[in-house]
């Protein structure tokens, strides 16, 4: 009897995992980076694009 409440303590213990908030999380992560470099683009990309023209152009 105790054998098999062990069995079920330690199969729940490890049924319950958090992969799926961790993923949510990591998802999240990795959306922020994707606007904050889409906004970093948008908003430099004249002055760089203005810069390499100015460098293409004295080589």
Do not use: P
């Amino acid at each position: 009897m105790i054998h098999i409440d062990f069995l079920k303590a330690w199969i729940a213990s490890h049924t319950r995992t958090e992969r799926g908030a961790s993923l949510v999380e990591y998802a999240l992560l990795v959306a922020l980076i994707a606007v904050v470099c889409i906004a970093a683009v948008t908003l430099l990309g004249g002055n760089i694009s203005d810069r390499f023209d100015s460098v293409g152009s004295s080589v």
